[in-house]
């Protein structure tokens, strides 16, 4: 067996190693990294400060906020640096730390997701309910529950792969320590580890993703029961943003996982990550304001008042 000690340091190659299009990657993340910090910190914000947005929707809509902002934080700074310092190392324990928060962080998102599917649902299907259920303890427990389930996740999924010998070369073709390249580094028989990241990605996701559909199949079937139209859309209204945010989180995150992983991938197998750690963070407070009348009434009335946010929420 070659020696297992010799990798103490990965190289994250990136997009290109053409210093003009280097520039471009620092430019375009360095966009999406403020867009998705103003457009979520803007939310958490207006969710705190702003006392007719404190409901348990909005109470998950900010914690999501929180998570968007930590999970594109675990990947881009980092890329960026190595982007415009043309530096492209990462120590062994760097990439073991920005893994296991990435994974952390994305699916403490979707156990969230679920939560507020869950949300939706008791608020359109039981509203007598709604309020006795989604008390403010209940809702404190059910998002530590996501950090906590996010967490565990991360423990199993990214210790089951360092727990592997790594002997190089140590070239990762991605601009962040991703499970997939890394694997291909490893001395020994990957392929139990494999099984056992599907294995435990299956488990995870099916849950998530039947509670959350089965959620809408009864979110559904209470709505069209709505005599005016009027009711149906507002129903309706609350419950897109949601639908379109998960079905861009699981279905970007699906296909990367699950496809098969090239030695040498191409140039769409590069992109592809940007559509999971990326973008997800960037479009969520868009998606969220621009259906959400009470997020975009907020952030009227904080404009009117000249950004005076200490005297407006008084």
Request: hydrophobic content about 50%.
């Amino acid at each position: 067996m070659t020696n297992q000690t010799s990798v103490t340091e990965f190289r994250l190659l990136g997009f290109s190693d053409i210093c003009e299009l280097q520039i471009l990657h620092f430019l375009v993340f360095l966009f999406a990294y403020m867009a998705a910090f103003m457009g979520n910190f803007l939310i958490i914000v207006l969710v705190t400060l702003d006392h007719h947005l404190h409901s348990p929707m909005y109470f998950f809509l900010k914690n999501m906020s929180f998570l968007d902002l930590c999970y594109i934080s675990a990947t881009v700074p980092k890329s960026m640096v190595n982007a415009i310092m043309q530096r492209h190392s990462i120590s062994f324990h760097g990439c073991f730390l920005q893994l296991f928060f990435f994974i952390m962080f994305g699916t403490a998102e979707l156990a969230l997701l679920t939560v507020m599917a869950y949300d939706r649902y008791l608020a359109i299907c039981s509203p007598l309910r709604y309020g006795t259920v989604m008390n403010s303890r209940a809702c404190v427990q059910m998002a530590a529950g996501s950090w906590l389930s996010g967490t565990l996740y991360s423990v199993l999924h990214v210790g089951n792969s360092f727990s592997l010998p790594f002997c190089g070369p140590n070239f990762v073709h991605q601009f962040f320590c991703d499970i997939p390249p890394l694997l291909q580094f490893s001395c020994s028989d990957t392929q139990p580890n494999k099984v056992h990241n599907i294995v435990l990605a299956l488990c995870y996701g099916l849950i998530c993703f039947t509670f959350i559909f089965v959620s809408y199949i009864h979110i559904f079937n209470t709505v069209v029961r709505i005599p005016s139209a009027e009711g149906r859309y507002k129903a309706f209204s609350t419950c897109l943003p949601h639908l379109i945010v998960v079905s861009l989180f699981i279905g970007t995150g699906f296909f990367m996982y699950m496809k098969p992983n090239p030695r040498v991938p191409s140039t769409q197998d590069m992109l592809a990550p940007v559509l999971y750690a990326v973008v997800p963070p960037v479009l969520n407070p868009i998606i969220y304001s621009l259906r959400n009348k009470e997020i975009k009434g907020a952030l009227r009335k904080v404009k009117r008042q000249g950004w005076n946010m200490a005297t407006y929420f008084q």
